[in-house]
């Protein structure tokens, strides 16, 4: 009997071993899976998918003969975080997004040969490399472009960068993190286009009112600090002088729940997804907050946070009357979904600002050729330091596009994130043909 019972523990044990190595390859092999199938080894299964830009230039492929990436250094590093690699090192790459596709893998099956599919993409590479390059020289930021009447999202930069090319086993701080789309900033003065909104739309005859900047701004005790004294104002000129006083004032008439109603009907608490590649969500005090704090929440300060995506998706509904093109990575000849983000009339008010903010204060001579309009941000971060941003549109029929240009730690919005924006512009007007809708 004793025998029999150690035979028999024995077995249990060789069968728990195997049902435990099952699982564990099982696990493994989805998990893993697609990464096995990849390998080079399978190179002769004729599969072979690929990734265009809008123009046909090759950004990856599958095949043994060939490099897997753009021959092209700038390309490569320019595009990373829209095409990702094989490690899977950057959330947001097409790679990773439709690996499987690409690929032609399935689980069950694993490739098929021969049926792996190409994707072709809205990004424009050589626009890539034009704001890569102007971004390069400030380190960190994002710069995004879209086509506001189609929703083609036409350029999508994040520096640093890493080469998809390589492993690279040392890469620069926060490469991997695509700052358009997977990280949040302090918003600073861009979001005053957000506050403009709902004061255009919640306090009664607000293009006849007046407001007083004395270079500091008492609430409840509190002291909101400007930029300068500014004098007395209109709507319009506190926008283009960006403010702190006045839109503290505004801030008060407006009113928190306003507020809150606003940042959310703008999408600017939600995540989104630009074809399946999800974004990360903003925040606003939600919570009861007296007026000192309502006020530096309305200038784009206390604990406010934007993903620039999400004022990608503002801006190109503004310059669009109000109606947005959802923003698309892959190229599709179906009509882009559409929606109405912003009120007709408030969008056509915002774009008259926007459009003054330039010739009042900005500089035209700054934008030579551009019908811009814009906002600039310089978001402080209590260290010293601030976010540089510009964010707007172009009023051009031959031209639609919106962007948003972010330089982490950059400064100044007008004297940082603008020159970058000027140059990737100048290069899409000059270079990127729109058909007619």
């Known amino acids: 009997m004793k025998k029999i019972s150690s035979r028999a523990v024995s077995v249990l044990l060789i069968a728990a071993l195997v049902i435990g190595g099952l699982g564990l390859f099982i696990s493994r092999y989805l998990t893993d899976g697609r990464k096995w199938a990849l390998s080079f080894a399978n190179a002769n299964s004729g599969s072979s998918g690929e990734v265009f830009d809008r123009n046909g230039v090759t950004l990856a492929r599958f095949d043994a003969t060939q490099n897997a990436f753009s021959p092209d250094w700038l390309t490569r590093i320019s595009c990373y975080h829209v095409t990702g690699d094989y490690w899977n090192r950057t959330g947001t790459g097409v790679l990773t997004r439709f690996w499987n596709d690409i690929l032609d893998y399935s689980p069950f099956t694993g490739t098929t040969h021969g049926q792996a599919k190409s994707f072709t993409l809205n990004i424009d590479s050589k626009l890539n490399i034009a704001a890569f390059e102007a971004l390069r020289a400030n380190r960190k930021g994002a710069a995004m472009v879209v086509n506001y009447r189609t ?3 036409l350029c999508m930069v994040s520096s640093p960068s890493v080469d998809p090319a390589s492993a690279d086993a040392d890469p620069p701080d926060g490469a991997y993190f695509n700052r358009g789309i997977s990280l949040s900033f302090v918003p600073g003065s861009v979001f005053k286009l957000v506050t403009a909104a709902a004061a255009i739309e919640t306090v009664p005859n607000m293009y006849d009112r007046t407001f007083l900047c004395e270079g500091v701004y ?5 002291e909101i600090n400007c930029t300068g004294e500014h004098g007395t104002q209109t709507f319009e000129e506190a926008m283009a002088n960006s403010c702190n006083c006045a839109f503290a004032q505004i801030a008060v008439k407006i009113g928190h729940e306003n507020m809150i109603k606003y940042v959310r009907d703008y999408g600017f608490l939600d995540t989104h997804s630009i074809d399946g590649i999800g974004t990360v969500a903003g925040s606003y005090p939600t919570e009861f907050i007296g007026d000192p704090e309502l006020a530096w929440s309305c200038i784009g300060q206390s604990t406010d946070m934007m993903c620039p995506f999400s004022m990608l998706r503002f801006v190109s509904a503004v310059a669009n009357g109000g109606m ?4 698309r990575l892959i190229h599709s000849e179906d009509a882009p979904e559409t929606v109405r983000l912003v009120n007709a009339d408030t969008a056509d008010k915002l774009r008259q600002m926007m459009s003054f903010n330039v010739s009042y204060h900005y500089g035209q001579e700054n ?11 310089t978001a402080e971060l209590g260290d010293g330091t601030s976010h540089a941003w510009f964010v707007g549109f172009l009023a051009d029929d031959e031209h639609p596009f919106a962007f948003v240009t972010l330089v982490e730690r950059g400064g100044y919005g007008l004297s940082t994130a603008g020159p970058v924006t000027n140059n990737v512009l100048q290069w899409a007007v000059k270079n990127i043909k729109v058909d007619k809708q």
Request: with cysteine; hydrophobic share 40%; glycine share 18%.
């Open 367 to 377: 934008f030579p050729g551009l019908r811009l309009c814009a906002k600039t941000g």
């Open 151 to 153: 929703g083609e999202l």
């Open 324 to 327: 947005l093109c959802e923003p």
């Open 218 to 222: 008492e609430i409840a005790g509190v």
